[in-house]
């Protein structure tokens, strides 16, 4: 394969690399990757080369397990393994947050962990209530709803079929805890019951959920507040990590600016060529068909050159400047030439020829794209290599 010919447009390609392991010198093996790209005519100024996550914090060895997490816990919220916690709007994921719980629950083994469930559905879109359920038995979304009200009748994940209430019950119940599930849309009610601690386990919406219960005089801390400091750590905390191995968990890569910094200054110095580089997470994709919003990472890139801050997609909107030109009488073959010429003109982000382009964050999209094509599964592709977007 060559140089793309003129006629593409904005293209995507997974570009398959090595094992990465603790250790590894990702910044070189990436570029290595391009290398091999250049050589085939496919890197040029201007492209966006993204790198998943996962591989940047598998180099780094950022890895904790779950005693790590509960001695957090204990640390921060100044409990004992008799105290009484609670747990408040974590999302649904054997993946991203089974094994926190493990590590939160063993630092109460003796004690007491209730779990408030937001509803029907997570921040992310698992459901975890009937749609209507609450509304059936009269409950407005600050009411407690209660197991024993819920019944037999849970609703279960709708591709694997996992009742994720059972199995956050088993998670405590086999640290020694006494385990308590309820639903509320509400944040302070989980005040209502008196507990030593709490932790907050939303993710978008963290701070906002802590401000309200620090004013409501809760213990509480964040998921982004446990494994922050220490050998293995993140910025993140626990946010954004993947179970590994045994009772391990994969942290979210520290200080991905300065990653994706040197990769682009390794590219630029080695081959000439000027690139912007993002290290990428979870795409901000709801699937149409479950409604499960993929994003349970705090934001789809974790770490990004200079070049692509507050930069935003937007544009003309071109099926509407075909119309309007069409019935103004331009002959087909110069409407693409006066489009192009309109793109150098200056509009107002409220007028008709960009109604409907909503700006959006560069990094977001791109990051985005580089996730569904890279996915989580066998692809093997922690690269990908984005043309066109910046043009």
């Known amino acids: 394969m060559g140089k793309l010919p003129d006629y593409i447009g904005v293209s995507a390609f997974g570009i398959k690399m090595g094992v990465i392991v603790p250790g590894s010198d990702v910044e070189s093996l990436v570029y290595d990757s391009l290398v091999k790209c250049n050589q085939d005519g496919l890197l040029d100024d201007g492209d966006t080369v993204c790198v998943t996550e996962s591989i940047v914090a598998r180099a780094q060895n950022n890895y904790v397990t779950a005693q ?13 393994s008799h105290s009484s916690i609670g747990i408040l709007f974590p999302i649904l994921s054997r993946n991203r947050f089974a094994m926190v719980l493990k590590g939160i629950a063993g630092s109460v083994p003796q004690g007491k962990v209730i779990i408030q469930l937001s509803h029907p559905a997570d921040e992310v879109g698992n459901q975890v209530l009937h749609q209507d359920f609450a509304e059936s038995i009269g409950k407005c979304d600050s009411d407690v709803i209660t197991l024993d009200e819920i019944g037999p009748d849970r609703f279960k994940h709708p591709i694997t079929k996992v009742d994720y209430v059972e199995l956050y019950r088993e998670i405590l119940i086999e640290q020694g805890c006494e385990a308590e599930v309820i639903f509320s849309n509400d944040p302070i009610k989980l005040a209502d019951y008196g507990l030593d601690g709490i932790i907050v386990a939303n993710i978008h919406q963290r701070e906002r959920t802590y401000r309200k219960l620090k004013a409501a005089g809760q213990n509480c801390i964040t998921l982004q507040q446990i494994c922050n400091t220490g050998d293995a750590w993140s910025e993140w905390g626990v946010l954004g990590s993947n179970i590994s191995s045994g009772d391990k968990l994969k942290l979210a890569p520290r200080h991905a600016d300065e990653v994706a910094q040197k990769i682009q200054a390794k590219v630029k110095a080695g081959l000439g060529i000027n690139v912007e580089v993002i290290i990428y997470g979870d795409g901000a994709y709801r699937d149409p068909s479950t409604g499960i919003y993929e994003l349970a990472d705090p934001q789809p890139a974790f770490g990004m050159t200079k070049g692509l801050a507050g930069k935003y997609r937007q544009g003309l909107k ?5 119309d309007v030109l069409y019935d103004e009488g331009i002959d087909i073959d110069e409407i693409e030439n006066s489009i192009e010429a309109k793109k150098g003109e200056t509009f107002a982000a409220d007028c008709f020829e960009t109604e409907g382009t909503t700006p959006r964050k560069a990094e977001d999209l791109m990051a985005s794209l580089a996730d569904l094509i890279s996915g989580s599964a066998d692809a093997g592709t922690p690269l990908v290599l984005v043309k066109g977007f910046l043009a």
């Open 68 to 80: 790590d997490i509960s001695n957090e816990v204990t640390e921060k919220l100044k409990i004992n």
């Open 318 to 322: 071109y099926k509407y400047m075909v």
